[in-house]
């Protein structure tokens, strides 16, 4: 059964004391552990030694190609013949992958049964820990399925960090950026003076993104109107997102959200009179750490089509979440094609301007 | 959005006035319908002249041997090329298979969508159109995933039924004899008074079976404790019916709870004191409208197999809802596996009896 939002906010510091202490309030008949290829070698050996001898381990191939409904089958199929019942628990340890897919394995089991996100990236820290939407793709298009789903704990330990390339930290540093841009003026300062590589302890930027996203959450968990302004970035982001992985382009979804977040600064530029100055200021602050990634006038089109696919959208409308000011959001703009198009536009001035 | 249990008692009457007054006070973009071969020929029509054009009609194959997650797919891929968006609505036109499938298809397409419940068969008017359990089978286990999702209408039309063969009717009587068992003496007392095969009108009867389950429901919606005293005669029925449908037996749902119904009496006298005497009469009662199925010895082992992959169950130990008395319940009664075999040596007792 899933749990509530309501004081179960995440917690971050050593994973064996975490992990051990809430073990040890809790009497599961069955534990499974979730992680996919790389998290199974650099991350289950942190909590090996605490877990029950008969733990499930069940490992599903890294990366957003194993987030379908094919994986699930092969996970619920190792619970089956493990006999879990309702009073087993899934930790899922691993990044966005492995947390949404294990979220809505545990969702669907039986009707719901526990989870406990361990979320060993920094996007997955700092964005899909909290939240609980849990989902997988269908047919190419990003999290159709789903439902949402509390875990039981959010379980967060800066060391699994460690191993993290940067362009992995990148990834979710425009998440965080974008976190700044819809809620809080003061920490997008702080996020922009400094840069992810000279980071040694992530803790402080974590429980302000956290916080953040946490707060949005709570007040509409579902989702009607509010929570959207977590969108912002996301309506352009996951139309690119979905083209370029079409195409087999290698894009992590935190860079697609850079660039989405550059085309709605200017969305929000145009529509809310957000500032031209800011747009330009902020939207340099996004390419710093994006890949040079030109968008050709000849895919708008279907960068376009794929938007329209989007869950966020209502009545054949394209909805965008945009800004008025740095720290200020809108939830529900609707954004018509020949802006959509102009945004991309802007986009490829920005990451072309030296 | 799935809506929640208050203030949405099923409704009764006629299916065109019920249906157009309900779309008349909505406005989604895109209805479906899903719906088996059986429903599609006779109940579609009834129904047809009040839909959009545009209306996508899914019609999956007759029978448990669909519900599972390759026909969820197959209906996700027609929603997700209609290009239906979270003001989507699934109209389940058909009995329990449908509307359990369908049920789940809403509850998961894009995080929930809303749905709403058409129950054709008496079964599922009496007993699956209320209480807002989606779900499927998983490799041969039945109900294995699911989610809890209210509804946001249930409509029930009494002329459905007159397509329905005896077989179906006494398929549901043995939930409505379940209904009052568990909760209603004078209600059983109606009930065991008269023939399905003699009633020319039933909604008198379908309101009283869906009060109790309604009324139950209400109390415990996510089925912690008070709930499970609808699972009455499922503990021994669904592994009958779980071992009956491997060995290609036909079996219908109803009919395996009576079966189980008749096992659970022996097991209420025996661990509830409740009365031999009227545990004979309740079994004779029961026993009168099921097929004469004998239960050979040699296969309790493999039922009781079975029982073992309930959901209900809890550590490893067998539970069942048991009676103390006509009308009266408990919801949480371990069994041994003795104690289930006995009962199974029960059952097979009154079956044989002239």
Known sequence: MSATLENNFPQIGNIQNLLSTFLAKTSYSQLVVLCDENTHQYCLPLIKNILPENTLIAKIPAGEVSKNIETCQLVWEQMLQKNCDRNACVLNLGGGVVGDLGGFVAA??????????????LLAQ??????GKTGIDFQGAKNILGSFAQPQKVLIDVA???????RHLYNAWFEMLKHALIADAAYWQELTNQRPEDIADWTSLIEQSIAIKYEVVRLDPLEKSWRKILNFGHTVGHAVESWALQQQMDILH??????????????????????????????KQIKKYLPKIILQPQSFTEILHWSMY?????QGEI?????????????????????????????NKVIQYE
């Not at 700092?126 to 939240?131: H, L």
């Not at 699994?160 to 940067?166: A, E, G, K, R, V």
Request: charged share 20%.
């Open 108 to 121: 669907v089991y039986k009707r719901g049964i526990d989870f406990v996100q361990i979320p060993t990236s």
């Open 319 to 347: 909805m965008a979440a945009l800004i008025t000011d740095i720290g200020k959001a809108q939830p529900q703009c609707v954004v018509c094609a020949v802006d959509f198009e102009a945004a991309l536009v802007f986009y």
């Open 310 to 314: 989007d869950k966020k959208n209502a």
């Open 254 to 283: 935190g860079e697609a959200v850079g660039i989405g977040m550059i085309a709605e600064l200017y969305l929000s530029h145009k529509l809310l009179h957000f500032s031209e100055e800011k747009m330009w200021t902020c939207a």
């Open 160 to 166: 699994f960090l460690q191993t993290l390339p940067l």
């Open 126 to 131: 700092v964005d899909a820990s909290v939240g």
